[in-house]
């Protein structure tokens, strides 16, 4: 696996082609398929759950799934998640009523866990569960739809944060979701993300391949 991974939300792809997509994109380079799970309670709006996931792995889609849930409460949600075959678990914070057990709830699972933060959401989250995260996946936007304009405030906060992971010692993967695309996201790698989610900058594209091509360039150079 490359130092980078390119993990395109499918929010963007045509739902009506879903598993086609889905492939595609991974032929076109990408690593992780980022699944975007939203409830019409912890966010504005409404989009896919587990069924959809078993689907897609039904549908020959071996790659990692990453799964960024959007939804309150947490914790119940889990097990159907890991048998429809997740790999990476993401859920907010503010959104469950302990998070180290929703972590720990993940981790027996077998798939990998991790925290997500908001724009205002504070960094202090991660402090006491550090040792139970694979991956701390910052917002750049305000969760609950695609195509939003990147916050530029951000920038500090993954320095911040790519410090607190680098003090830790750990493996932990650090991930931006939220208007990234080819013409920021050099910038956003050299605050130190290493995983990058784009949903509009590549399904908004003709050729998936061309535009994960460059961005690849863009972090490489
Ligand atoms: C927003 C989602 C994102 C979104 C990203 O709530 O978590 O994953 O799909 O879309 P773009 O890349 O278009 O900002
Ligand atoms: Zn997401």
Known sequence: ????????????????????????????????????????????????????????????????????????????IIGDFVKAGASIITFHPEATEHVDRSLALIKESGCQAGLVLNPATPVHWLEHVMDKLDVVLLMSVNPGFGGQKFIPQTLEKIKQVRQLIDQSG????????????????????????????AGSAIFNTDDYQHTITEMRQMIQQ
């Open 1 to 76: 696996m490359s130092q980078f991974i390119i993990a395109p939300s499918i929010l963007s792809a045509d739902f009506a082609r879903l598993g086609e997509e889905t492939l595609n994109v991974l032929k076109a380079g990408a690593d992780w398929v980022h699944f975007d799970v939203m409830d019409n309670h912890y966010v504005p709006n409404l989009t896919i759950g587990p069924l959809v996931l078993e689907a897609l792995r039904n549908h020959g889609i071996t790659a990692p799934i990453d799964v960024h849930l959007m939804v309150k409460p947490v914790d119940r």
């Open 170 to 197: 750990r493996d932990i993967r650090l991930e931006v979701d939220g208007g990234v695309k080819v013409s920021n996201i050099a910038e956003i790698a050299r605050a130190g993300a290493d995983t990058f989610v």
